[in-house]
């Protein structure tokens, strides 16, 4: 039973995160099919990073310095991952 929670969760975060990344730095794709999957990719994962760093401040609020700092430190982490990442992949697409 775990495994097949394992494989569908698996699965569906795959279409989740991967198909629009796949979608926006495709050429064959129409640019407005792109332009849509570029939003859906960035909510998805702007919307990720806001609640770690929400959490990072809730903590700092908290007087949890060291779990705050860490949250923050995180989620800029993953967004200069992101912003790299993308802008790496994009760049790749671009030169073909």
Do not use: H, W
């Amino acid at each position: 039973m775990g495994f097949l929670f394992e494989f569908l969760f698996e699965f569906i975060l795959e279409l989740i995160i991967i198909g629009p990344f796949d979608g926006t730095t495709s050429k064959k794709a129409p640019m407005p099919v792109r332009i849509i999957s570029a939003i859906i990719f960035f909510l998805i994962f702007g919307g990720v990073i806001g609640l770690i760093a929400y959490l990072g401040i809730s903590a700092l609020i908290d007087k949890r310095i060291i779990a705050g700092v860490l949250m923050l430190l995180i989620s800029v982490l993953i967004l200069a991952m992101l912003c790299y990442g993308f802008r790496k992949e994009y760049i790749k697409k671009r030169r073909k």
